[in-house]
């Protein structure tokens, strides 16, 4: 499984479509201060699910969209577009090249996308956490990072090592089963006092 293209309309800097194509092996991005190679990074993490605005540098999610320069005026959205090649089966669906698309208007709404089907941000964290591209963005080490993976607690290891090896995927399941079965016993609890009074 490889990264193949990046599309970024719209998102931070990059006003107008811009496509990254990336070839197997190693992918550098050189320029200047200022000329964007973060954002395209971030446009990376946005289109796998991030969900914080501070992890994008931003104040709030709408920071993603284009402000506008002295030239060319604001946008009303971004989509970043992200194709990966699945030729060997790495990702759990049937495509042998997989296109995940996310769009967030200014007014608010937003949009996700598997090969061109609306879908929901669960689809696309449920697609990747097996991958290695999980939802805690482990793989994504920015600026400053690396710093946090080695003051982490042994808890904080654990979960990076557990998210690498997709046993994350399952304890979280089973956090929000065991949930689910606690407010159960709730209602069990609840119903048999109720029934006690009927009697
Ligand atoms: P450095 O080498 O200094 O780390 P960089 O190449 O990584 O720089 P980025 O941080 O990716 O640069 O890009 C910063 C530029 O992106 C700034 O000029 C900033 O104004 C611009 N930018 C960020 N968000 C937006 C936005 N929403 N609309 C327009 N431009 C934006």
């Known amino acids: 499984m490889h ?8 998102f931070k800097s990059f006003a107008s ?10 992918t550098c991005v050189v320029g200047p201060n200022g000329s964007g190679k ?43 577009s992200l194709t990966i090649d699945n030729a060997d089966g790495a990702l759990p669906i049937e495509y042998s090249e997989v296109t995940i698309t996310r769009t967030l208007f200014r007014s608010g709404g937003s949009e996700y996308a598997i090969n061109g089907s609306s879908c929901r ?4 964290q449920d697609l990747l956490s097996d991958s290695g591209l999980g939802r805690e963005m482990h793989v994504i080490v920015g600026q400053g990072q690396l710093d946090q993976v080695l003051r982490a ?21 089973k956090e929000k089963a065991l ?8 209602n069990l609890l609840r119903l048999g006092d109720l029934t006690a009074e009927v009697r």
């Open 179 to 186: 949930r689910k079965l606690e407010s159960m016993q709730g």
């Open 17 to 26: 479509a811009t496509t990254l194509s990336f070839e197997p092996g190693v």
């Open 38 to 80: 973060s954002n395209v990074v971030d446009a990376l993490a946005w289109v796998m699910g991030e969900q914080g605005a501070k992890t994008l540098r931003g104040g709030k999610m709408e920071d993603v969209i284009f402000a506008g320069t002295s030239g060319r005026p604001p946008l009303g959205r971004a989509e970043v």
């Open 121 to 124: 941000l669960l689809d696309i």
């Open 3 to 10: 990264l193949k293209t990046l599309t970024l309309r719209g």
């Open 153 to 173: 607690t042994p808890e904080e290891r654990r979960g990076f090592i557990e998210e690498a090896a997709g046993v994350l995927k399952h304890r979280k399941r």
